[in-house]
């Protein structure tokens, strides 16, 4: 009985050591080195409606224009934008045609002149990325006619770099600072009122903010509405 007890706390003690004696920890297993295989990709989301009245801002056509020099750091650009967005119910001011038919007892020769305003982006009360285009053509339906082109640009970004960036605030003039004027495929239907017009200039350092020379070239597709002249009414009392 003596021996029987004997053993069984041999065992008791034994149990216990062992219990307390913590073993080493094991190696750290492979990392693996084939990634698995990525799942599917889901399927596109429908395209959302454009806002209301976003028709109306791009129905009158564009003008694109093409920037192309060296910033005044240096750094050479090359900035093509459209101007597509007009504002709702200011025909008058941004796309307008006038007609005159001389007069020849006072010398006068006929001419047609347009009024064209359009914009980088929806046009918001402050007003700014925008280009301001003033064509007068005299002798329209002559063999030779003469272009006067009066064009600015307001508050126009470029950006050099992706984190650099200056802006155009400045007018153009074809009998002050274009060089080299171009202009070709002049073309205005009256019926449709479409006028298209290309042409290309050059400005001199000095009269563009990069002090640098500036190619400029522009693309115009616009539709022009004229005025119907209305007598004047009495306002009553």
């Given at each position: 009985?003596?021996?029987?007890?004997?053993?069984?706390?041999?065992?008791?003690?034994?149990?216990?050591?062992?219990?307390?004696?913590?073993?080493?920890?094991?190696?750290?297993?492979?990392?693996?080195?084939?990634?698995?295989?990525?799942?599917?990709?889901?399927?596109?989301?429908?395209?959302?409606?454009?806002?209301?009245?976003?028709?109306?801002?791009?129905?009158?056509?564009?003008?694109?224009?093409?920037?192309?020099?060296?910033?005044?750091?240096?750094?050479?650009?090359?900035?093509?934008?459209?101007?597509?967005?007009?504002?709702?119910?200011?025909?008058?001011?941004?796309?307008?045609?006038?007609?005159?038919?001389g007069d020849e007892e006072l010398d006068e020769d006929p001419y047609t002149s347009f009024n064209v305003i359009r914009y980088v982006s929806s046009p918001a009360f402050i007003v700014s990325n925008a280009l301001y285009f003033d064509l007068t053509v005299t002798n329209p339906e002559g063999g030779s006619p003469d272009y006067d082109i009066d064009m600015y640009l307001e508050g126009h970004v470029v950006y050099t770099t992706a984190t650099k960036y200056f802006s155009f605030n400045e007018g153009y003039e074809s009998d002050e600072n274009m060089a080299n004027l171009d202009i070709s495929a002049y073309n205005f239907d009256e019926e449709t009122g479409m006028l298209t017009m290309s042409f290309s200039f050059n400005v001199a350092p000095d009269d563009n903010n990069t002090n640098n020379d500036l190619a400029v070239s522009v693309d115009i597709n616009v539709q022009v509405f004229?005025?119907?002249e209305t007598p004047e009414t009495a306002i009553p009392l």
């Open positions: 009985m003596k021996k029987k007890l004997l053993k069984i706390m041999l065992l008791s003690s034994l149990a216990l050591f062992l219990s307390n004696c913590d073993g080493e920890d094991g190696i750290d297993g492979i990392d693996a080195t084939i990634d698995g295989t990525d799942g599917v990709n889901g399927t596109n989301g429908e395209d959302g409606e454009d806002g209301l009245g976003f028709d109306d801002l791009l129905q009158y056509g564009n003008i694109d224009i093409t920037l192309q020099g060296t910033a005044i750091d240096d750094t050479p650009f090359t900035d093509q934008s459209s101007f597509k967005f007009t504002s709702i119910g200011s025909i008058q001011e941004t796309s307008s045609v006038y007609h005159y038919e004229e005025r119907i």
